[in-house]
């Protein structure tokens, strides 16, 4: 396995990786004798189903010629698969993602070359490890992209990608009050324009975001432009929801 072999699916290898960086984990594990690479991706038991069975599944097939399968573990309220390949931790090792924890994760570099691998990887990113907010302000429902970590690096990194593509979005630390605990960064994108400059821009995949989305947008009706700018702060074209799937 070599990057040469992804140069018509890099996007797609981006996206993916956008996925390890947030669900993701790999290591070697001793397993009938020797040690091997195991790559394991975990979401949300019942809120990530749709996301896994339908896109998940579809996107390892299409990159890797791998066919997963999607094991729910209601004992620890999760659902994934795992994936016994030292080909595969070789190669994602080789990308630069750690083995072990992922403390100090950051995005490869290749992917910094095109505006196409840098929305992939904050879709696979955001797709697995963000929110959508949606909160009552002024009467109205006020939307919040959030992104967390405790990569420093990472962070740094999602606010220069973001700029990059025009995004308004902001940055803080939260210090985690127990001693064991790292202190967590948030990257947010606030109010109803630079969300839904976000989503089209991004094209999430996730059903999650995308139904909540939906929302968001049914809550602004179209002659209501006056206070969305008032909530929002500018007043672009509104997109609509199929444009991002």
């Known amino acids: 396995m070599k990057l040469g072999d992804f140069q018509r699916k890099f996007e797609l290898l981006a996206e993916e990786t956008g996925m390890h ?29 749709e996301y896994y069975e339908d896109h998940i599944k579809t996107l390892y097939k299409e990159l890797y010629g791998i066919s997963v399968s999607i094991r729910r573990m209601p004992s620890t309220g999760v659902l994934g698969f795992q994936l016994w390949s ?25 992917f910094f070359t095109k505006k196409d691998t840098k929305t992939a990887i904050i879709r696979g990113i955001f797709d697995t490890d963000g929110c ?30 973001m700029t990059g593509l025009n995004m308004r979005a902001t940055r803080y630390e939260t210090i985690r009050k127990n ?10 994108v606030r ?35 006056a206070d969305n700018r008032k909530v ?12 991002i799937l």
């Open 21 to 49: 960086i947030g669900d993701g984990s790999m290591n070697f594990y001793a397993n009938n004798g020797r040690n091997r690479g195991l790559f394991q991706l975990r979401g949300h038991l019942s809120d990530d189903k």
């Open 86 to 110: 030292d080909e595969l931790v070789d190669f994602k090792g080789k990308l630069g993602l750690p083995l072990g924890k992922k403390g100090y994760i950051k995005i490869p570099e290749i």
């Open 132 to 161: 959508l907010y949606l909160e009552r302000k002024r009467g109205k429902i006020y939307p919040r992209v959030e992104i967390r970590t405790i990569s420093t690096p990472l962070a740094e990194q999602l606010m220069k990608i």
């Open 179 to 188: 001693k064991n605990w790292r202190d967590v960064w948030c990257i947010n």
């Open 191 to 225: 109010g109803f324009t630079e969300v839904r400059e976000f989503f089209t821009k991004v094209k999430p995949k996730n059903p999650k975001h995308l139904n909540k989305f939906s929302k968001l947008l049914s809550s602004y009706p179209p002659n209501d432009e």
């Open 232 to 243: 929002a702060g500018s007043n672009p074209a509104r997109p609509i929801i199929s444009e």
